[in-house]
């Protein structure tokens, strides 16, 4: 199942070129709150989800090209990250990288994204005013979280998905001997986090190793890899966070990018693109 959230706070549901517009299924308290509804539909999903497929058919309609889509998750209780989790990644970005090259990616464990700076393709990208500072994109597959748990086995893992979407990890690069600001601050911007265009449910991406993930500035191809090239896979990624702390659902983690990183300057148009989910286009001011 595709799972959005369209003209602001509606929940949808995509099937061929149409939206169903499931808010009606989300209770009360939660309508109008978009990161409430999708969060309490994740939380209850044996059941929400089983209610969405019966109710569908009668359920308003309208083409997916007349709707704005915002990020299908916008107020998870945590956004981890990877960092240098393709090796090919690893040495392209010389004096500004911050992670040490001598460390393995499991040994350098996960660092945090304010969830607050989570946007989608209908509010675009926004730069700050830093003048002089330099703001990349970082293709990744966001994988969110479905069934949480604390301390999770590696074969149990994909179990506890609740779904895949598409991520750009905006980042802030540090000036070496200028300007080296902590991680979690250079990334938490407001707008740094677009997720979307949907949701995929897991059911249909039962091995999220081998989807090709690619992103284009303007036009022109910059990133292209395969989630296969991740040095900690999905599966790994989940048992090594619930190893620190216990994992909610709708908990996003944002699996690390490829090589290609580079700048994003007010005007451009990126795009990013994962099999079997989607593509998203974003616009920077
Ligand atoms: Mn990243």
């Given at each position: 199942m595709r799972l959005c959230i369209f003209a602001k706070s509606r929940i949808g549901v995509i099937s061929d070129l149409s939206v169903t517009d499931v808010s009606a299924l989300v209770p009360e308290a939660y309508r109008g709150d978009p990161g409430m509804a999708m969060n309490f539909l994740i939380r209850n999903w044996a059941s929400s989800g089983l209610e969405i497929s019966r109710a569908i058919s009668a359920l308003p309609k309208v083409p997916l090209a007349s709707v704005q889509l915002s990020a299908p998750v916008c107020a998870p209780g945590h956004v981890f990250a990877a960092p240098a989790n393709y090796q090919k990644?690893?040495?392209?970005?010389?004096?500004?990288?911050?992670?040490?090259?001598?460390?393995?990616?499991?040994?350098?464990?996960?660092f945090l994204i304010a969830p607050g700076s989570i946007t989608g393709m209908a509010e675009g990208i926004t730069l700050p005013d830093r003048a002089g500072r330099r703001f990349d994109h970082e293709s990744e597959l966001?994988?969110?979280?479905?069934?949480?748990?604390?301390?999770?086995?590696?074969?149990?893992?994909?179990?506890?998905?609740?779904?895949?979407?598409?991520l750009v990890d905006l980042t802030m690069r540090i000036e070496p001997g200028t300007h080296e600001e902590e991680r979690s601050m250079r990334k938490s911007f407001a707008t740094f986090t677009p997720i979307g265009p949907w949701i995929v449910t897991a059911d249909e991406i039962p091995q999220p190793q081998g989807l090709s993930n690619r992103l284009w500035v303007n036009g022109q191809l910059k990133q292209q890899a395969n989630t296969a090239e991740m040095i900690v896979a999905v599966d790994e990624l989940i048992e090594l966070v619930s190893s620190v702390i216990e994992l909610s659902p709708g908990d996003v983690i944002a699996?690390?990018?490829?090589?290609?990183?580079?700048?994003?300057?007010?005007?451009?148009?990126?795009?990013i693109e994962i099999e079997k989910i989607g593509r998203m286009t974003l616009q920077v001011r």
């Open positions: 990644h690893i040495g392209e970005l010389g004096p500004r990288a911050v992670t040490k090259t001598t460390r393995t990616a499991r040994e350098q464990g996960f966001a994988v969110i979280i479905g069934k949480g748990g604390k301390n999770i086995p590696r074969s149990k893992a994909l179990s506890h998905v609740f779904g895949y979407s598409c699996s690390g990018t490829p090589e290609g990183v580079g700048p994003v300057v007010g005007g451009d148009c990126v795009e």
